[in-house]
């Protein structure tokens, strides 16, 4: 059973407003990433991280921010909400000693801007 | 990363036999070969992994030719609760990177 978490599950918040989507794992893994997907769509890799204090953009662009102070934790922040960024986003981790290993993923955000 | 190429959508009837094909040619030698399985509104979950011949697991079963240059996942006896997106993913093992691509749309029909 996948321990990582996601809140909040739904979120629907005006625009202009800054949030911040929040993800945890209690697995240790030291890869975690940040994906957007939109109803039907593929899955778009925004953001990932080797470890602490590492981030890199992934191949979309997005307008968030990430952080990874500690290993159990990497949120996603949006300065500014825009109706444009209304998607479900989703986050996954998995182990880093060894290359091929599984992915496990949260139950995802939903976010509306409105 | 290998690039890889799956159909965008197959159909298929409860109680048959689904097999869905990827090629990935320009696979490396240390590449394994995993798939996952997305439900509506859900993350992927991992399914099946392997490296070379058939891997079998509870889930499904995976074909790797001797060339590795394609696989094939097979579903037995499916149901409507197996309709989903199915990625396969090669590549894994020189990039910290998961890309996902746009996957197989598999819906099962009473």
């Known amino acids: 059973e996948a321990d990582i978490y996601q809140t909040p599950r739904y979120l629907v918040i005006g625009t202009g407003k800054k949030i911040t989507l929040e993800c945890s794992q209690t697995?240790?893994?030291?890869?975690m990433y940040w994906y957007q997907q939109d109803p039907g769509m593929e899955l778009h890799l925004i953001h990932y991280?080797?470890?602490?204090?590492?981030?890199e953009k992934g191949d979309l662009s997005s307008e968030s921010t990430v952080s990874r102070i500690r290993t159990e934790h990497f949120p996603l922040t949006l300065e500014s909400a825009r109706p444009s960024h209304t998607s479900q986003y989703l986050c996954a981790s998995r182990e880093n000693r060894r290359r091929n290993t599984e992915a496990f993923f949260g139950q995802g955000t939903r976010l509306t801007v409105v | 990363l290998a690039k890889t190429t799956q159909p965008i959508s197959m159909d298929s009837y409860e109680g048959q036999e689904v097999n869905i094909t990827c090629s990935h040619n320009n696979i490396a030698t240390n590449d394994y070969i995993t798939w996952y399985q997305q439900f509506p509104s859900q993350g992927p979950r991992f399914i099946i992994q392997g490296y070379k011949t058939k891997v079998t697991n509870e889930v499904a079963s995976l074909f790797i030719p001797a060339d590795r240059k394609s696989s094939t996942l097979s579903l037995p006896r499916v149901s409507l609760s197996d309709t989903a997106v199915y990625y396969c993913?090669?590549?894994?093992?020189?990039?910290?990177?998961?890309?996902f691509g746009t996957g197989t749309r598999l819906q099962v029909f009473p």
């Open positions: 991280s080797y470890g602490v204090n590492s981030t």
């Open positions: 697995m240790g893994h030291d890869k």
């Open positions: 993913l090669v590549g894994l093992y020189n990039t910290d990177k998961l890309i």
